[in-house]
């Protein structure tokens, strides 16, 4: 990523890794501000400059470390290393949390957030797996900052339990010789290939998701695959059985003996719907009010009909075709 324009704390030039992006990056635009949760030029645009604004970078020092309990992947959702993204997935739920305001967000006190990290880990009662990429795509930030390289051997070396955290990415070739001890679990991301065009901009192709789960496998990692999020399209069975085929043909054998599946149903919202008009106006279009219905205040999921199909659609042809798959859950 090289950005167009770079929003930065001042306090930043007190943090080795803040130092090193302002030198890496000396000959972009750039602007100091307050706050990295309050820049209000950017709060102000308008939607249609939501493309534009991606391409921006914001530097800043995180200052909330609470850990919240979780009951999925995870023990506990870890604040982290950044936030936001500069790829554009449609329906991403980061939206919802930052509007139009979820370019992607480093945060320079790596080291007291690794040390909390590694400290809450030993002081549970029993080995916890901590969500480190909430709220991030820590691959995608990793070839920025190199914080991921440092994170897992840091906790491979020190921590109790494991990290995990989900991508959308296929860069993970600085990653596969770390010492990682086997405490990072990661989690690719798949959907089928037209939905990765049509709906997940920037993000890597099928293919290459695909050929990263074999090396991550091949280098000693825990894993896991999503098939996330599921969306209803006109032709969904059709590409979703293509997924799956794809999956079966190209996972490894490695893979596919040690297979662990989550998969989660698309939500929505007025807040999408607004970015998405202006800012993609011939996009795919994604709410659909026949198969949608209302999920707390501005917020759409597929209605229970729909979802119990597609569940029982899943785990006929997932069955079909991986003996040895755990499905961990479909929501």
């Known amino acids: 990523m090289k950005p167009k324009k770079i929003y930065y704390e001042p306090d930043v030039v007190n943090y080795e890794l803040g130092k090193r992006l302002l030198e890496k990056y000396k000959d972009v635009p750039r602007i100091k501000i307050e706050s990295h949760n309050r820049i209000k030029e950017l709060q102000e645009r308008p939607n249609a400059d939501f493309v534009e604004m991606k391409k921006y970078l914001i530097i800043g020092i995180r200052k909330t470390h609470k850990y919240v309990q979780n009951e999925k992947s995870s023990d506990f959702l870890v604040p982290y290393t950044s936030s936001g993204c500069s790829a554009m997935c449609l329906y991403c739920y980061l939206v919802c949390n930052y509007n139009k305001c979820s370019y992607l967000r480093l945060f320079v006190n790596v080291e007291e957030m690794l040390k909390n990290l590694i400290k809450k880990s030993q002081e549970t009662e029993e080995a916890c797996v901590f969500e480190i990429g909430s709220n991030s795509d820590l691959i995608l930030e990793n070839q920025i900052t190199g914080n991921l390289d440092q994170t897992i051997e840091r906790f491979g070396k020190d921590g109790r339990g494991y990290i995990t955290f989900p991508t959308k990415f296929?860069?993970?070739?600085?990653?596969?010789?770390?010492?990682?001890?086997?405490?990072?679990?990661?989690?690719?991301?798949?959907n089928p290939q037209e939905i990765i065009t049509k709906v997940e901009y920037g993000t890597s192709s099928l293919e290459n998701r695909i050929r990263a789960?074999?090396?991550?496998?091949?280098a000693g990692y825990k894993f896991g695959i999503l098939i996330a999020p599921v969306v209803f399209i006109d032709n969904w069975r059709n590409l979703y059985l293509e997924l799956l085929e794809q999956m079966n043909n190209d996972l490894s054998k490695k893979v596919k003996t040690k297979l662990?599946?989550?998969?989660?149903?698309?939500?929505?919202?007025?807040?999408?719907?607004?970015?998405?008009?202006?800012?993609?106006?011939?996009?795919?279009?994604?709410?659909?009010?026949?198969?949608?219905?209302?999920?707390?205040?501005?917020?759409?999921?597929?209605?229970?009909?729909?979802?119990?199909?597609?569940?029982?659609?899943?785990?006929?042809?997932?069955?079909?075709?991986?003996?040895?798959?755990?499905?961990?859950?479909?929501?």
């Open 170 to 190: 296929s860069m993970v070739d600085s990653i596969l010789n770390l010492n990682h001890n086997g405490k990072t679990i990661i989690r690719i991301s798949l």
């Open 213 to 218: 789960i074999n090396k991550l496998a091949d």
């Open 260 to 331: 662990k599946i989550e998969i989660i149903f698309m939500t929505y919202s007025y807040v999408h719907n607004a970015i998405n008009e202006q800012a993609f106006p011939k996009a795919l279009k994604l709410y659909n009010k026949e198969i949608m219905t209302g999920r707390g205040r501005g917020k759409y999921c597929y209605k229970k009909e729909y979802r119990d199909e597609a569940e029982e659609f899943f785990r006929k042809e997932i069955k079909k075709r991986f003996n040895s798959v755990t499905i961990m859950y479909i929501v």
